[in-house]
């Protein structure tokens, strides 16, 4: 999967959780200070990208994770390796 489609994907969960608008949200966006994701959406964003990309991540990791380039990354190293 190609780092274009993680993106997108990625920012679809975003919108979802965080009730926003897809276009609004940039790839160097902080969940928190741009975003205003409080802690219990940060476990829902983390459910969500668990969801849509049918994989299981390290929590406590994931959760280090603050920006949505960051989230991409991530989530690319563990859709790489299930492939």
Known sequence: MD???????????IASVLKINEGN???EANFIFDLG???LQ???LVAGFEEE???????DAA?????????????K????VKV
């Open 3 to 13: 780092r274009t489609e993680v993106e997108n994907r990625v920012k679809k969960v």
């Open 25 to 27: 949200i940039s790839s």
């Open 37 to 39: 994701a409080d802690s």
């Open 42 to 44: 940060s476990l829902q």
């Open 53 to 59: 990309f049918d994989i299981e991540m390290d929590e």
């Open 63 to 75: 959760l280090g994770v603050h920006s949505v380039s960051e989230a991409v990354n991530f989530i």
């Open 77 to 80: 190293t563990y859709v790489d």
